[in-house]
């Protein structure tokens, strides 16, 4: 008589291939991702650094690492709008393993500033923002990688748990930048550095960008006309995206295998609001990555690791919110209005968070876990479960490589906010913190406004109505 195999073995051997493939790459890219947001963070610990010389030099020494942070997300921005579109040529494996890499060297040559004695601003300025365009290769491709290997059904809670990267790499990047920020803050960058470039040299060796690609199923290269022509085509519908404008009748014909018919436009509304909405939610996120390890400092007058440890809280609260808005979006159906109802209650937990948010210990952990939940866990959605919902929308038919450009414009809009949002806490900080939260809660109620129309389309959907398409 055959004895059974062990437990462990029959639990190994009951997924199928295709089950160990998803897991591996969303292992790889939750991990790929996470140096990403580890490489961006150490800006903001050293903020904390004792610099007295800087501060003699210069009064408005928090409007020079304004200027900073704005090098790297203006450059960001910009970047995000044409990573789509290389994103779509390349394969994603050489495109995400290359920007891993220039990633990690520009991050280690902003530390090596340290060591080197370079004191010039237009040094780091220009490392900022080189670093700035190639940190867009990372969005677009790991959520063209994930949405490419995984279907509709529990996106949401999938990509929420996913979405954790963005926390666990900050919350990462805050520890490793905290132990150096007090005795050599270059290492606080050269160590983050190393961390990414040799996640890319990982992700060259084992990526695997798609079912097809598992299989050995390559698609037919493109004549230069038909390039040609998709390349048009999908500027085409880039700047309807951008602009909401209509896509012309005689375009629909010519480029058709393209713009797929008049119905992307309709779908498309929903990449402009969504695109907007994000634009201030990551207002209000990047300017808590920025400068909420400063506020901290100040305002509760904790020593600078202590502050920058402390920091690490909101991101904790990101997973949290991440992970529920994915959670009770699949269970609703109704993305837009879970992202709404977050940012609803996130705009009074922010007042109150100014208020009394320094009332103690245990009080500021409680309103950094609650505020961390509240504001990233719209983000979160936007940028992962919405963005990959729309890109992979039955309209454009199985064309998978209209993800990449869907996330870079919904990422990319958000990003134009993620420049505005510290850029604006370092020209309003001097003036009392109080009103960088106005800021805030402003820019959180202006999200939650700009959803309005797809709110009241899914509450008319669960009551029973249905959406006519025009046309």
């Known amino acids: ?248 009748s005689n375009h629909r014909s010519k480029y058709h295998p393209v713009i797929f018919a008049h119905r992307v436009v309709f779908v498309l509304q929903g990449v402009v609001e969504f695109s907007l909405c994000l634009l201030f939610a990551k207002l209000v996120s990047y300017t808590f990555l920025y400068w909420l390890p400063l506020y901290i400092a100040n305002v509760a007058h904790f020593d600078p690791k202590k502050a920058g440890d402390l920091s690490t809280l909101f991101d904790v609260g990101g997973i949290v919110g991440g992970i529920l808005a994915g959670l009770i979006s699949d269970y609703s159906g109704g993305r837009a209005t879970t992202c709404c109802a977050m940012l609803i209650i996130a705009a009074p937990m922010l007042f109150l968070f100014n208020k009394i948010g320094q009332n103690g210990l245990p009080t500021t952990i409680g309103m950094l876990l609650w505020c961390g939940a509240l504001v990233n866990g719209p983000y979160a959605l936007i940028t992962t479960a919405v963005s990959a919902d729309l890109g992979t929308h039955e309209c454009l038919r199985g064309n998978s490589r209209a993800l990449s450009t869907v996330t870079a414009i919904i990422d990319g809009t958000g990003s134009i906010g993620a420049a505005v949002g510290p850029l604006l806490a370092g020209l309003i900080s001097p003036t009392g913190w109080n009103n960088v939260f106005y800021m805030l809660i402003a820019a959180d109620v202006l999200a939650c406004l700009l959803l309005s129309r797809l709110v009241y389309k899914e509450v008319r959907g669960w009551c029973g109505y249905t959406t006519r398409l025009r046309g």
Not at 61 to 71: A, I, P, T
Not at 126 to 149: E, F, H, I, R, Y
Not at 240 to 248: A, D, E, T
Request: charged letters at 10%; one cysteine or more; aromatic letters at 16%.
């Open 1 to 248: 008589k055959m004895r059974s195999l062990a437990p462990g073995i029959k639990l190994i051997t009951s997924f199928s291939r295709d089950s160990w493939y998803r897991f591996f790459i969303l292992l790889l890219t939750f991990v790929f991702y996470t140096t990403y947001h580890l490489s961006r963070k150490p800006i903001s610990i050293i903020k904390l650094h004792d610099r007295p010389n800087l501060k003699r030099r210069h009064n408005n020494y928090q409007n020079l690492f304004g200027v900073l942070d704005n090098c790297f997300l203006v450059a960001y921005a910009i970047g995000m709008f044409f990573s789509g579109i290389f994103g779509e040529r390349l394969p994603l494996r050489y495109y995400l393993s290359s920007g891993m890499i220039l990633s990690g060297i520009f991050t280690a040559l902003f530390g090596l500033g340290f060591y080197w004695q370079i004191h010039s601003l237009w040094y780091y300025c220009l490392v900022q923002a080189l670093n700035g365009l190639v940190q867009t290769t990372g969005w677009p491709a790991v959520v063209a990688c994930v949405g490419n290997w995984f279907g509709k059904g529990k996106r949401g809670f999938i990509m929420g748990i996913w979405n954790s990267h963005t926390s666990v790499g900050n919350i990462l990047g805050s520890l490793i930048a905290g132990v150096y920020v007090s005795s050599a803050w270059g290492l606080s960058f050269i160590v983050p550095g190393i961390i990414i470039a040799a996640a890319g040299v990982i992700c060259f060796l084992f990526l695997v960008e798609s079912k097809q690609e598992q299989k050995g199923n390559k698609n037919k290269d493109y004549n230069t006309n038909t390039i040609l022509t998709i390349f048009v085509a999908r500027h085409v519908v880039r700047l309807s995206f951008i602009f909401y404008l209509p896509i012309p």
